[in-house]
Every structure is written in C-alpha cells, then in structure tokens.
C-alpha cells in the first residue's frame, strides 16, 4: 500500500475515544448572582471560579430551570422547561410512595436524561454531589438513569447537614460519621452561648466528595467522561470547617445567629456563610488542577453554575434570612430583585461560566438569555453527541462560540411552589405572575429585563399584547402535572 493510501486512510479513521471532549458540570447549590468574584462580589475571594471566567466565557442573563433545588435540577438533566417537566416543585418521595423514607419525588422511568444520551454515545458517567430526583430504588434513581457512578446525597433534605451519617455510594450507604451532626437543631434561647464547635463533626461531607471526583478524572483520563458536579455549597445549614471560617474578618460579625430562622446557629454567620463560598471555589480549583494533571483540561468543557437564587428571607422581624444568612451584607443579588423562591431576578439569575478551550473565547461575556433547560441540546451540540428530539432548551453553542442564534425560543417557567408561579421571558420582556395556588392570585407584570435589571417598573398596563403572547405560549407549552398542579386563569382554568 502506497504512502498516500495509508495517509488517506488515517485521515477517515474516526477520533480515539479520549479525543472526544469531554464534559464536567459544576452546579452549585442556593449561590446568589452576586457571590462570586467575576459576578461583583467585593467581600468574598473565589479566584477559581474567576480564573474560569477569564478562561472563558460569563452568561450575563442566564436563569436556572426553576426557583428551587429539585425543579430546577429536573429541568436541568432533562431538557424540559417546567410546563412538560416531571418534577415542579420540592416534594418528599414518601408522600406518594411510602416505602421511602428519603428523597424526593422520583422522576419517571421513561424521563431520558443527559447521562443516558452521553452513555449510549461511549461516555462513562459519574454524578457526584446531591441528587433530588429520586431514591436509590425508584425510577429515579441516579443508576436507571445513565450514571455509572453515583457518590453523595441522593435526597436533598439529608444535604441540609454536612456532617450526615452517611452517603450513597450507586445503592450503597457509606457511613461517614458515626455521630452525625443535624442540620435543624433546635434554635438556641437569648443567653445562651453560640459555640461553632457544636456544630462540627468528624468527617465533612464536601471534601469527601472533591476527592471522589478527583479520583474519576485521575481514572478516567483516558476515556471520554460527562462529570456532573452537584456540590451542596453555600445551601445552609452554616458549619463549615472552623479553619475556613477564621479566614474571614472577626469584627465583621457583631451579632451570632441562634437558628431563629431554622437550621444551625453559628456564632460568627457572616464568616461561615463566607467560608462555605470560598470553600466552594477551592473546590472548581480542584477539579481543575484534576483535570490539567490527568492532561486533559484543554479538552473538556467545563460550566460553573449554580441552581437557584440565593437563600430566602425568613419572614421573621430578623436581619438574617432562613439559615443565618446575611444577602444585604454581601450584596448577594447584586441589586436584582428577590430570592430564592421566587420567580423575580434574583431567585433565578444565576453566575454562569463556560471554559472551553479553541471554541469558547477567552475573557468573553455575552449577555443573551438562557437557562437550564439548554445546558441539554447545548452540550450535546458541544461534543457531537446525538441528542434526543423535541427537548425544549435550545442550543447556546453559537452563543458561546461568540455569535448570536438566529431565533430564540421563550424562556418559560410553571412553578407550582411558593403560592404558584408563572414566567414567560419573551426577548427583552419578562411577563409573569404570582400568587395563583392562593384565593387571591396577583395581577400579570411585564418587566423590561435589559433596562430594568431590578424589575421596579411594571409594564403591564402599556404592554397588554405581550401578556397576551404569554398567555398563548403557555397554553402550548404548559401541560398537565398532577403531582404539581397549577391552574393559571385564561390558560388552563
């Protein structure tokens, strides 16, 4: 055989397996807009997650699938916005099938999510972090949907405590710690002591779980891998470790958090609520130096993001929101409106980075719109894997490539939870309502996003035809969930 025949020959061979890139999915859990450095944080360093911005690209307008944890992670590994997601709002799986005594509501058999579509296509796939959509055993259980290898919490409620008794290893429990410390003690009187070492016990759950994820890259490096990344950071209870704590200024806490508003207490909040951010940073910078070492950083596309707006107010006469955190200390919104929860802003906005060497540009910043339900066709477009037909997210990789797409499709949220929400993002405009699972349902707002970051101006009353398209895109796009029901008057009432 000629020079030229054996040349030709090489060139139509298809890519080694390690050749195709892969994928690491980070998702933080409850971190506002604002918390992180490259997003306008001022109080708190996250230099890794920075670095990753000036490696790539920021998503100035991104939003996550829903106000709240399982929703939005639902949205997030389907592709389906909440009108035709399984999953709609947080719900213990035990309500409807007793025999479980964690997670939440399980999502179905038939619900194809993204590590199916990257198995079936040669990846192996690891979920490492917190789960929510399922009990082991359920359908939905991590394992029955294209996880290889599943490590951490599968229920969200058992997350609430970084000190557990044990995490889920596939179907097997791993105890940690032996005396587990509870997230939800009970609130401490007006005299008594706050003391941060009540609080921590022997073996922290999130570093047990960076070091997992270590490992699989290590191990992993020369076969493609998709690496979802759910950490449980900044997500209160507050007891992070004490050395990560004392990083942190002591006068800037005047005053302790005695758990009034739920979960642990903690002498010094703003300093633990701080600590839990940067610790989270060491971690994207660990997974990071995982990847340069298994020499394979520049072919893997990594996100950073996080599921939802910062932690809520209590709705107590208290300066610290549910938990102890302080959002108007650390400018968490960056000025947005709301918080987790809601379907305002800063329950949704959410800090986005894409590092993805030779195809996202260094340092960029685009600020056209998307959310969750587009990380599915996105990533599959990204690394030439198949996706499924009719997902309802569409694919950002001409965004993220630094061009524009030809036509966007609305952004659109059927929340079920706190009072019954809708949202319709229709290019600039954003037109929503709440209240609707309540005897007196609010009035349909209209916000001009672009020049109305804050959402101080309602444009309801000069905008009655963009209500109006809301209406109609949500008859279409919103189905039936008898689970989460929602009835929304002119669409399905």
């Known amino acids: 055989m000629s020079p030229k025949v054996i040349l030709t020959a090489l060139l ?6 390690a050749e195709k890139p892969n994928v690491v999915f980070i998702l ?8 992180v450095g490259c997003f306008g944080q001022k109080k708190i360093p996250t230099p890794n997650i920075d670095k990753l911005a000036e490696q790539g690209m920021k998503l100035t307008q991104f939003y996550s699938g829903a106000p709240t944890c399982a929703p939005s992670r639902c949205v997030l590994m389907s592709g389906k916005h909440l009108g035709h997601a399984d999953i709609r709002g947080n719900r213990q799986a035990k309500l409807a099938f007793p025999e479980f005594k964690e997670g939440q509501h399980p ?11 990257f198995k079936k296509a040669g990846y192996t796939t690891a979920t490492i972090g917190k789960w929510g959509l399922g009990p082991v055993g359920s359908s939905g259980d991590p394992n029955r949907h294209g996880v290889d290898y599943f490590f951490g919490y599968n229920c969200q409620a058992v997350a609430h405590s970084y000190y557990p008794r044990y995490l889920w290893r596939n179907d097997q429990q791993v105890e940690i710690n032996a005396k587990p410390i509870s997230g939800h003690p009970r609130p401490l009187g007006a005299n008594a002591e706050v003391k941060m070492e009540d609080y921590i016990g022997e073996n922290y759950a999130p570093k047990l779980m960076v070091a997992e994820a270590e490992k699989f890259i290590g191990e992993k ?12 950071e900044p997500h209160v209870a507050m007891h992070p470790p004490k050395e990560s704590v004392e990083k942190f200024p002591k006068e800037w806490d005047t005053q302790p958090y005695r758990g009034e508003g739920g ?31 298994a020499g394979v950083a520049d072919r893997t596309l990594v996100v950073f993001t996080s599921n939802n707006g910062t932690t809520m107010e209590d709705g107590k006469e208290s300066r610290f929101h549910t938990g102890g955190v302080d959002a108007e200390f650390f400018n968490s919104t960056a000025g947005l409106r709301g918080y987790k929860g809601s379907v305002y802003e800063g329950g949704m906005r959410v800090p986005t980075v894409v590092r993805y060497p030779g195809k996202v540009k260094a340092g960029s910043s685009t600020e056209s719109p998307g959310y969750h339900a587009d990380w599915f066709p996105t990533l599959c477009s990204a690394t030439g894997v198949e996706a499924p037909a009719e997902l309802d997210g569409d694919n950002l990789l001409p965004v993220l490539e630094g061009g524009t797409l030809a036509t966007r499709k609305p952004l659109v949220w059927t929340y079920a939870e706190y009072g019954g929400q809708v949202v319709v993002r229709i290019g600039d405009f954003k037109v929503l309502r709440r209240q609707l699972a309540t005897k007196n349902p609010g009035d349909w707002e209209v916000y001009d996003i672009p020049a109305d970051r804050s959402e101080t101006k309602n444009l309801a009353a000069q905008k009655p035809e963009l209500i109006q398209q809301a209406v109609e ?15 929304v008057p002119g669409v399905n009432d």
């Open 263 to 293: 979960y642990t207490p903690h002498p010094r909040p703003r300093a633990a609520y701080a600590a839990m951010i940067s610790d989270l940073d060491s971690y994207v910078g660990r997974v990071m130096a995982a990847l340069e070492k």
């Open 12 to 17: 139509v061979l298809p890519l080694h397996a």
């Open 221 to 232: 490096k020369d076969q493609p891998f998709f690496l979802y990344l759910a950490f449980i």
């Open 28 to 35: 933080a859990d409850d971190l506002g807009y604002g918390e």
């Open 473 to 487: 895109i949500l008859k279409r796009e919103m189905g039936d969930n008898a689970t989460f029901p929602l009835k």
């Open 107 to 117: 999502i179905a058999k038939e619900t194809v999510l993204m590590p199916e579509v």
